[in-house]
């Protein structure tokens, strides 16, 4: 599978005061890694240090590799200083192997009780009939994942006091996915 930490180098992404998307999907991504690693899983990382890499990059990365899931994490963010909770954006094709993907992160995050879970999204943000450009050049199941808020002081929180619970349950969500593709 292949792990990509939103954002890098000199693309922050989302930010609050001093804090940054990038840094933040990087270590939970890393995390996310070493789990997996550690259960005997082979896992491609579109970037391990704060680097820039293009969008292209990494559909290429992931693609090269034949990964047989793509997980994008990243952090959102609103002017609503309310907003909170996890989501995940897929094709807006639905394809079955996204969605499934999808919903055991969802799945495995609301058996945690941490957070809100806002649901499974199509296309892109600013309309259904576009796409995320990772969902639209990956050529196997992919999901891009938000993982709270970080213009939500109380998600900032979950975030930091929960990060290892956290990176368990995304690496939960993609065995399950795994084994439910290959018959298990």
Same mark, same amino acid.
């Not at 991504?29 to 990059?57: A, C, Q, W």
């Not at 609503?80 to 094709?91: C, F, L, R």
């Not at 919903?103 to 296309?123: A, K």
């Given at each position: 599978?292949?792990?990509? $930490? ?8 989302? /930010?609050?005061?001093? !804090? ?6 990087? @270590?939970?991504?890393?995390?996310? !890694?070493?789990?997996?690693?550690? @259960?005997?899983y082979t896992v491609v990382m579109t970037r391990d240090d704060d680097s820039d890499v293009s969008l292209s990059e990494r559909c290429k990365i992931a693609n090269k590799a034949r990964a047989s899931l793509f997980i994008s994490i990243h952090r959102n963010a609103s002017t609503a200083k309310d907003a909170t909770g996890v989501e995940m954006w *897929?094709?807006?094709? /639905? $394809? ?10 969802? =799945?495995?995050?609301? /058996?945690? =009780?941490?957070?809100?879970? !806002? ?5 892109? !943000? ?14 196997? $199941? /992919? *999901? ?41």
């Amino acid at each position: 599978m292949c792990i990509d $930490p939103g954002h890098g180098g000199s693309s922050v992404g989302a /930010s609050l005061g001093n !804090r940054y998307e990038k840094d933040d999907t990087l @270590k939970l991504s890393l995390l996310v !890694r070493d789990i997996l690693e550690e @259960k005997g899983y082979t896992v491609v990382m579109t970037r391990d240090d704060d680097s820039d890499v293009s969008l292209s990059e990494r559909c290429k990365i992931a693609n090269k590799a034949r990964a047989s899931l793509f997980i994008s994490i990243h952090r959102n963010a609103s002017t609503a200083k309310d907003a909170t909770g996890v989501e995940m954006w *897929v094709h807006s094709s /639905s $394809p079955t192997d996204d969605i499934l993907l999808a919903q055991n992160i969802l =799945d495995c995050f609301d /058996s945690l =009780d941490l957070t809100v879970n !806002r649901g499974i999204h199509t296309g892109y !943000r600013e309309g259904e009939d576009m796409n995320y450009y990772i969902n639209r050049n990956t050529k196997m $199941p /992919s *999901v891009l994942a938000e993982i709270g808020f970080i213009s939500n002081e109380a998600d900032n929180k979950k975030y930091d006091e929960n990060i290892e619970q956290y990176a368990k349950t995304i690496a939960d969500g993609i065995q399950m996915t795994l084994k439910e593709m290959n018959g298990e």
